[in-house]
């Protein structure tokens, strides 16, 4: 005889957010490391933790005033008549400090992966739904990736140019993007670039069919010409939250630091000159700094000065 089964209750549990991060260095998704904690907006208090799966996404449970949610039947008819979505804040940060922290506003629930849109569009290496993570920098460097660093300085203001948005370009084409800490520091670490093309040559006074030569320097000789790009928009920080431990300050919102309007970077102190070409050689690290004047400087020595378009220099 077959046995009969007779189902007393059925218990579900529905996820209001998962989460899916990526490295912008090796295009590859995190799902270690990361602490990513949810609250109401204004309401530190209300925290709730994300944890990662073995998918290595990160999920959200027991939010705030959506208990009842989760309880739900998570099928299509389940999704198609959602209750009215809260907005929530996401606070993200890296315990290693290979990434720096930052915010932004999520609307819950969300059916599957959470699809974060960028102000600067949809970019590879991904075409999964997913959230950028940009290095901080102290990130340790592996072998075969370019370092190009710069402590960018707000030349109007005088303090540090505090998320300020760095590109890399050769030959018009984006090779990197990085942010700056709250000290304006900041680290472009993208892979080492193709070498420069060889020029094929014939051996001089040899026969027609004589074999080609390739003439050219060898890699470790190699030097990329680099242009560089800034978006900065002095950005005003929130005021501190009062936490279940006393105030916290609020991390820079995503969304806003990539948002900035286009900046000026300048070669010199007197703010006479903007950036231009730069060279970039294999196996170095590359230091932006704005050349000095003989008086005395107005703010620390090596740094790039960057100012907002339409500042006075």
Same mark, same amino acid.
């Given at each position: 005889?077959?046995?009969?089964?007779?189902?007393?209750? @059925?218990?579900?549990?529905?996820?209001?957010?998962?989460?899916?991060? @990526?490295?912008?260095?090796?295009?590859?998704?995190?799902?270690?490391?990361?602490?990513?904690?949810?609250?109401?907006?204004?309401?530190?208090?209300?925290?709730?933790?994300?944890?990662?799966?073995?998918?290595? /996404?990160?999920?959200?449970?027991?939010?705030?005033?959506?208990?009842?949610?989760?309880?739900?039947?998570?099928?299509?008819?389940?999704?198609?008549?959602?209750?009215?979505?809260?907005?929530?804040?996401?606070?993200?940060?890296?315990?290693?400090?290979?990434?720096?922290?930052? !915010?932004?506003?999520?609307?819950?629930?969300?059916?599957?992966?959470?699809?974060?849109?960028?102000?600067?569009?949809?970019?590879?290496?991904?075409?999964?739904?997913?959230?950028?993570?940009?290095?901080?920098?102290?990130?340790?460097?592996?072998?075969?990736?370019?370092?190009?660093?710069?402590?960018?300085?707000?030349?109007?203001?005088?303090?540090?140019?505090?998320?300020?948005?760095?590109?890399?370009?050769?030959?018009? !084409?984006?090779?990197?993007?990085?942010?700056?800490?709250?000290?304006?520091?900041?680290?472009?670490?993208?892979? /080492?670039?193709?070498?420069?093309?060889?020029?094929?040559?014939?051996?001089?006074?040899?026969?027609?069919?004589?074999?080609?030569?390739?003439?050219?320097?060898?890699?470790?000789? !190699?030097?990329?010409?680099?242009?560089?790009?800034?978006?900065?928009?002095?950005? /005003?920080?929130?005021?501190?939250?009062?936490?279940?431990?006393?105030?916290?300050?609020?991390?820079?919102?995503?969304?806003?630091?990539?948002? !900035?309007?286009?900046? /000026?970077?300048?070669?010199?102190?007197?703010?006479?000159?903007?950036?231009?070409?730069?060279?970039?050689?294999?196996?170095?690290?590359?230091?932006?700094?704005?050349?000095?004047?003989?008086?005395?400087?107005?703010?620390?020595?090596?740094?790039?000065?960057?100012?907002?378009?339409?500042?006075?220099?």
């Amino acid at each position: 005889m077959t046995p009969s089964v007779k189902v007393l209750e @059925r218990l579900t549990m529905v996820a209001p957010l998962g989460l899916r991060f @990526r490295d912008v260095v090796a295009g590859s998704f995190v799902g270690d490391g990361l602490n990513v904690v949810l609250y109401e907006p204004n309401r530190p208090t209300t925290k709730v933790e994300a944890v990662a799966n073995l998918s290595g /996404i990160y999920v959200v449970h027991h939010a705030p005033g959506l208990r009842d949610f989760e309880n739900g039947t998570g099928d299509a008819d389940f999704w198609n008549n959602l209750p009215r979505q809260k907005t929530f804040v996401i606070a993200v940060t890296d315990v290693h400090r290979r990434f720096l922290p930052f !915010q932004f506003n999520a609307e819950l629930p969300t059916r599957g992966i959470f699809n974060w849109t960028s102000p600067l569009g949809p970019s590879p290496p991904s075409a999964f739904p997913s959230i950028p993570l940009y290095s901080s920098p102290v990130r340790d460097v592996t072998a075969g990736m370019a370092v190009v660093r710069a402590d960018l300085w707000d030349a109007a203001r005088n303090v540090p140019a505090a998320s300020a948005v760095l590109e890399a370009y050769t030959n018009s !084409q984006l090779v990197a993007r990085g942010l700056a800490d709250e000290k304006g520091r900041t680290a472009l670490i993208f892979p /080492i670039l193709a070498p420069r093309p060889f020029t094929i040559l014939s051996p001089p006074g040899s026969p027609l069919a004589s074999t080609p030569t390739a003439t050219g320097l060898p890699l470790t000789e !190699q030097v990329w010409p680099i242009t560089f790009r800034a978006m900065y928009a002095p950005i /005003i920080p929130a005021p501190d939250l009062v936490g279940e431990f006393g105030p916290e300050p609020q991390l820079p919102n995503l969304h806003d630091i990539l948002s !900035q309007r286009e900046g /000026i970077l300048w070669a010199d102190e007197a703010l006479t000159e903007t950036l231009g070409e730069v060279s970039l050689r294999y196996g170095r690290e590359l230091v932006l700094k704005s050349r000095p004047t003989t008086s005395s400087p107005p703010a620390p020595l090596s740094v790039l000065f960057v100012t907002p378009v339409g500042s006075p220099p």
